[in-house]
Structure formats: C-alpha cells, structure tokens
C-alpha cells in the first residue's frame, strides 16, 4: 500500500510537468502578445515592457524561471489584475469554486444514490423507468441552459432566489448554482448506483443474507451498498476534472468570483502567470486527489490489493 | 473442438455442391429441412464462444449479427424514439435552411432593412402582435430568424460532434489496435500513457489551446475544434479497442492470416479491426453527444464557434443575455440542442443492449 502510494506520487511529478510544459508552450507559442491588445506600441516602450517582464531573455531561462516558481509555490504577479499576486487570486477565488464543487457533488451524492438504489430494487416499474428517463435528461441537459431556465422560473418569475452574485457560504444565492452543477452528476452517479446495486442484489452472498433472515433494509444498506456502489465511488475521479468544466459555467452563468471565472479571464487576458499558476495548481490537486479516491477504494473493497 | 465438428457436417448438409459427380443434386437446402438451419446456430451459441457462433451463423443460416442487432434495436421503444428524432432533426438542418429562404425569404444571417423589425419578436407573432408563421421560433436582438439560427447552429453542432468522433475514432482504433496487437512491453507502456492523460485536466487544455490560437477566422475555429476535441476523447476508445483486439488476435483466423503471409499491418486493420465494429460503433454514438455538449460548452464561453457562424451553444450563450426580456432566445436552441443529444444517449444505450447483449444489464 505505501509503496503504492510513493510511486503514485512520483509519477505525479512527470505529469504536471507535462501538462504545465504543455499550457507554457501553447500560451508561448500563440501569436501575439499580452500587451499588443490595442494599439501598436512605440519601440522603446515595447522594449522596456519585455525587460521588466523577462521576455527579452532566451526561452530555457524564461521556461526555468517558470518552473522555479511553481517549485517554489509563488507564481508570481498577474499581468492583468495589477499589483495582485497569483497566490492572493488564488486563495480568494479556491473557496468560492471549492464550495461550490463540494455542495453540489455531496448534493449529487445523497440524491444520486438514493434515486439509483431505489430504481434497481425495483427493476421495470414505473419508477425506474421514469426516473431513468429524469437521469438522462440530466446528462442531456447542458447546464448552461438549465441555469438560466432555473433563475428565470425561480429568481425572475417566482422571486424567491436570489439570480446571481457571491455572497459567502451560507446564503441563499448558493441554491441556484449548486442545483444547475449538481444536475449532471446526480444523473451519472443515479444510473452508476442502478447498474451498481442491480448487479450485486442478484449476487449469491445477497442470497445468503437474505436467507438467514436479515432485515431487508439491513441487506441493501449494510451488505449490498458496500458492493454496488463501487462504480460510484470509482466515478469521483472522472466526476472531479469534469467539475472543473462544469464550475467555470456556472461561475459565469451566476457571476461567481471562483476559479473558473478566473481561468477564463486570464485565457482572454493572456495573463501568463494566472494561467499558468491556475493550471498547475489544478492538476496537481486533481492528481492528489485521484490518489486519495484510488485508497479509500482498497478499504471500501477488500479484494483490491495495490 | 466437438462444436466444429458439427458445424462442418451442417455445412457439408447445406452445400449441395459436394455431391459426388453424376448423381442427382440434393434438393435446395430450404425446401429440404429448413429447421436444421435453426437449430444449427442455436446449439453452437450453448455451447461455445457467441462470437464464433455468431460468424458460422453468418454461413450458415443467412442472418447475421447485424441483423440480430437490427431486430433488437427496433424492439427497444426508447432507441427508436432516438433515432427518429435524431433523423429528423439532421434532415431538417440539412434542408431547412433552404426552404426557410424560399418560404420567408430569411437566412440565419439576414438582418431586415426595415429599422422597425430589428427587434426581438416571440414565436408566431408579426411586428403587430397578431399570430404569423413568419418566425415560429421568434427573432433575435437583430431581427433575424431564430428557427434558420438554430437549424444552422444544429448543423454546426452535429458536423462539429461527428467529425470530433470521427477523428477520435482514428486515433484510438489505431492507438488500441497497436497495443492490444503487441502486448507485452509495449502494450504496458501505451496503456500507461493513456492512463497519465486520463487524468489530467485536459478541457484546460483544450481552452488555453482554443483562447490562444482561435479567434482568426470561422472556418480556422471550426478545424481547431475538430481536432482538439477529438485528440482529447479518444482515450476510452483506445482502451474498448485494445481490450477487443486482445481478445481476438490469439483466434484460428488471423493464425491462418499470418501463415498466408499477411503483413501485420494488414492483420490489425483488415482482419482484427473489422471485427470490433460493434463496441466500436456503440461507443462513437455515445461520444458524438458528449463531444457536442464539450463544444457547446466552449462556445458558450466564447472559445468555441465564431460568428457568422453558430452552434446551439452559441446560440444559448447569446440568448442567456436576455433571458429576462426574451427568454425564447435561450429556450428554443437550448431545448432542440438538449432533445438531439437526449436522443442521441437513448439511441447509444439501444444500440449496446442490441450489439452486446452480454453487456445488458436489466
């Protein structure tokens, strides 16, 4: 298990070594520049602009330089948000994404499951069918419609949520969002847990806790939960990059201050450091997390070994 | 080894040609026992491997795997619903656009002289308020048709979701058909990699790509959507295909394929890959919905589709604006964009309970 785990996170240096190489290059290699948005510059002042930055220097350095940063966990000042750093963006825009993310994921959870598990006990009734048809509209519906269909029936119409903006953790401005993020992942972890639970309540050792006369309730919960929700457990890894995606939507659709609203920007702005900081720091979280999916899957299910 | 055995004496039955020379041929096969046909299939299919049985079938009785499949497929309600809607939803991209001009005279780009109608109309209503079939979607801000917009967009958004597909169809076939063909190290390595971009992010990818290189021209968008998003959705395909061509490269055929001196080039895409059309098929109709939904995502952030052209995702990011004041500018490209891939996840689902019945589960 712990070697495991060491060579896990070896191979996760290479990775984001990869994948910070790749973003560097595709923002170096562009054409254009972060400071050519408007109007052409007069030579000396290009000139001055690429020494401050370090852009007259030869491409290794600047790479190096780069990599230093990220070793060293500072990357930097913003070329757009002047006067801000990376890090500070960084620590104000995590929470509200983070947030976000773990409602809207523990909310798909809670839901998921129950739907799915209650589907597959009663395989081809009404319900199952008609709760499966919900789940797949789920996956079908983009959530970039579904948000704004919710807040025009609820903020616009109804008046009871609010239809946008951050306003801390605990406030109704949250529901909206959480709902239109949660959507597609209720609907994937729904069909996972069915598919799941089918397959495990028709397994023998169901069988045999039934026929020494275990509570129903006590079956499906304690026995054929453990089982059938591996798939969903398994879905966690996938479900967190897919999060991302699905933040920087919705922080847009609600004009949210999170991380994917930040992204976006600083793609449009050509704000080096951000992207650069924003990518490195996501993909070693999403690689550490993944990691931390894969353990708690060796002591959910004991016939993993690693 | 018992099973080909007596498939070969149901052969030797149903080909009348081996009757020895100068006596009389054996009456055709239907009119003499048709029920041996049938029954022949069935005892090899409880016997051995289905797909074996699958192929002496083929021989055998006529009807196929992809016949099989057919008639399953039309037995499941939900797929045919699919595959109607999805049917009606390409021909109308394809030709409505061209009836829409010679019906009303707009196309998706036609913004009216008349200052008067530059303004967003609700479905089915004439700059009177009174009921007209002019717009039966309504107009946008510009006063163009909204029905022609999303028809173009469907086009856009279908070419961008099979051409992706496509593209992601090469690579992984080739990918998994390279690796499960050698196995061994070399196998180990490529699956490795697969799983290293497994999990990297890579719709962050796609984004710095599209937002740094985009924005030229239309057309040049349009390609570097084909490309990105079918270099990023290849990767379960490649895994479906390795695990197929590992499966079937240690049989009897493509044995006899190497003893005749067939290169293996040739062994990997004429012999093994043909004969894992079936996952393959079923997993291209799943990812058209999902590469279309991961475009409409770019476009709606405004990385995607350029105008003058549209997809429903830029569409629904232009109709978000004014979702308030004229909410049908959201509503008509985003539901037609939520039924089509409704649709087209149904018709997926049915294709694999009908191509794979083992991989069912009900």
């Not at chain 1, 006369?213 to 453990?226: C, D, F, P, Q, S």
Request: aromatic share 10%; proline share 6%.
């Amino acid at each position: 298990m712990l070697r495991f785990i060491i060579r896990r996170l070896v191979i996760t240096i290479p990775m984001v070594l990869i994948v910070v190489t790749l973003t560097w290059g595709l923002v170096r290699l562009a054409p254009g520049n972060f400071y050519t948005s408007e109007k052409q510059l007069p030579p000396t002042v290009e000139k001055n602009i690429r020494e401050k930055y370090g852009l007259d220097r030869p491409l290794i350095v600047q790479y190096g330089k780069m990599l230093g940063n990220i070793l060293r966990g500072d990357f930097g000042n913003s070329l757009k948000y002047q006067d801000q750093t990376v890090n500070g963006i960084l620590a104000r825009s995590l929470p509200v994404s983070v947030t976000l993310g773990v409602l809207a994921y523990l909310l798909a959870l809670c839901v998921g499951v129950f739907i799915g598990s209650l589907a597959a006990l009663k395989p081809n009734s009404r319900l199952d069918y008609v709760s499966m048809a919900v789940a797949m509209l789920g996956i079908s519906l983009p959530n970039f419609v579904l948000g704004p269909l919710l807040v025009l029936v609820f903020s616009l119409t109804l008046y009871w949520l609010p239809p946008a903006r951050w306003n801390g953790f605990p406030s109704w401005n949250l529901v909206l969002p959480v709902l239109t993020l949660s959507a597609i992942y209720m609907a994937y972890i729904a069909r996972l847990a069915r598919s799941g639970m089918l397959e495990v309540l028709r397994s023998d050792y169901i069988r045999t806790a039934r026929a020494k006369g275990l509570k129903e309730r006590v079956v499906v919960v304690r026995h054929a939960m453990r089982g059938g929700l591996l798939p969903v457990v398994s879905y966690t890894g996938p479900a967190l990059a897919f999060l991302i995606t699905g933040t920087v939507v919705v922080e847009r659709i609600f004009a949210l201050p999170g991380l994917g609203n930040y992204f976006i920007n600083a793609n449009l702005n050509r704000d080096e450091p951000l992207i650069i900081g924003i990518v490195a720091f996501l993909s070693i979280a999403i690689l550490l997390f993944n990691l931390l999916v894969d353990i708690a899957y060796a002591f959910i299910d004991p016939r993993i070994r690693y | 080894m018992k099973e080909r055995e007596t498939l070969a004496e149901t052969d030797a039955e149903v080909q009348p040609a081996l009757t020895p020379l100068g006596t009389q041929p054996a009456p055709p096969v239907r009119e003499r026992a048709g029920d041996v046909i049938h029954t022949a299939p069935e005892f090899a299919v409880g016997e051995g491997d289905v797909r074996t049985a699958g192929e002496d079938l083929e021989v055998v009785a006529g009807t196929s795997l992809w016949k099989d499949a057919w008639r399953r497929l039309l037995r499941n309600k939900l797929a045919v619903f699919g595959m109607i809607v999805v049917g009606i939803i390409i021909v109308a991209s394809l030709i409505g656009p061209v009836i829409i001009r010679t019906t009303t005279g707009y196309t998706y780009d036609y913004i009216p002289q008349d200052s008067n109608l530059i303004k967003s109309f609700p479905p089915f209503t004439a700059p009177d308020s009174s009921f007209s079939w002019t717009h039966p979607m309504g107009t946008d801000t510009f006063g163009r048709d909204i029905l022609a917009r999303v028809l173009l967009g469907g086009r856009i958004s279908l070419m961008v979701g099979i051409i992706s597909t496509f593209v992601s169809l090469i690579i992984g076939i080739t990918y998994g058909a390279t690796a499960g063909f050698f196995g061994g190290r070399v196998d180990n390595i490529m699956m490795r990699i697969v799983d290293v971009i497994y999990a990297i992010p890579y719709m962050m990818i796609v984004i710095v790509l599209l937002a740094m290189f985009g924005g030229q021209t239309a057309l040049g968008q349009l390609f570097l959507l084909f490309f990105a998003l079918g270099a990023v959705s290849w990767l379960t395909m490649a895994r479906i295909v390795r695990g197929q061509v590992m499966s079937l490269k240690n049989q009897e055929f493509v044995l006899a394929a190497r003893a005749t001196g067939v290169s293996t080039g040739k062994i990997i895409f004429r012999h093994l890959v043909p004969n894992t059309l079936g996952p393959v098929i079923v997993y291209a109709t799943l990812t058209i919905p999902s590469v279309m939904l991961q475009e409409s995502f770019l476009s709606f952030l405004g990385l995607g589709v350029q105008a003058p052209l549209a997809s429903w995702g830029s569409l629904a990011s232009e109709g978000i604006q004014n979702i308030a004041i004229f909410p049908w500018q959201l509503i008509f490209p985003g539901v037609t964009m939520a039924l089509t891939l409704f649709s087209l996840n149904f018709l997926g689902d049915g294709l694999r309970d009908a191509l794979d019945p083992q991989m069912r589960k009900v």
